[in-house]
């Protein structure tokens, strides 16, 4: 089998690239990783080595170069068999609620960056940011009444749906969800207790790195 090679920004503040590094522990797939600090004057120099988007993540798989988070899980679903769920009801929903993430929720994801490894810190809420963190709460909690059956996860076992929204649970850890759901909070302590979440977060507590942009809220 050929080598995979996956290229992330650092663990801490790099959303993106915990998506499809997230999987591919999940799925067992091999791979070594590349992590190019962001926000650096060299950053966007070194990431264009591997990604032509200048951007991360970024998968090699011997000629190939696969760009974009979600790009990225969907060829490591191809090529395994594995990353959807099998049902296809179910798979058509988790498709829906990742490209949902992956394109939406803009509020959340520039009012709360991602800070793995901060905690207890407190922003202004607005409405947009309100409406993102409800409807975060309806995708979960509809996901698992309808599909949640057979394990922790969205669609009972792992899926892209669950790699796609782990960032969201570490903003939610972060910055404090609110009034979420119980069921919200269910899903949360279970993507929190995961294995593979948390040796990202070790590394990211680890990292000496530090993004002003990306350290909001007190
Ligand atoms: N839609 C892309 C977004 C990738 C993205 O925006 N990555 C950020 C880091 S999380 C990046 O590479 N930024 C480049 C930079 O900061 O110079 C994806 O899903 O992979």
Redesign the pocket.
Same mark, same amino acid.
């Given at each position: 089998m050929v080598a995979f090679t996956l290229i992330i !920004?650092n663990k801490n503040y @790099? @959303? #993106? @690239?915990l998506r499809p590094w997230l999987l591919l522990k999940h799925l067992n797939v091999a791979f070594t990783e590349i992590l190019v600090p /962001? &926000?650096r004057p060299s950053?966007?120099e070194d990431?264009e080595k591997y990604s032509p988007s !200048?951007?991360?993540?970024a998968l090699l798989h011997g000629e190939l170069t696969v #760009? &974009? @988070? /979600?790009a990225i899980c969907e060829y490591v679903a191809e090529l395994t068999g594995r990353g959807w769920p099998g049902a296809p009801a179910a798979r058509a929903v988790a498709r829906a609620v990742s490209a949902e993430m992956?394109s939406g929720f803009s509020s959340l994801r520039s009012l709360w960056p991602m800070n793995a490894r901060a905690r207890n810190r407190r922003t202004a809420m607005t409405p947009a940011l309100e409406a993102d963190i409800e409807r975060i709460d309806q995708i979960w909690n509809d996901c698992r009444a309808r599909f949640g059956g057979s394990g922790p996860w969205l669609f009972g076992d792992y899926s892209i749906a669950d790699a796609m929204f782990a960032p969201v649970v570490l903003r939610f850890n972060t910055y404090g969800a609110g009034a979420i759901s119980p069921a919200a909070r269910w899903y949360m302590a279970s993507v929190l207790e995961d294995a593979a979440l948390q040796e990202w977060l070790q590394a990211a507590k680890a990292e000496s790195w530090t993004n002003a942009a990306s350290e909001v809220g007190q």
């Open positions: !920004g @790099s @959303s #993106w @690239s /962001l &926000d950053t966007r990431i !200048g951007r991360v993540p #760009w &974009d @988070s /979600l992956h």
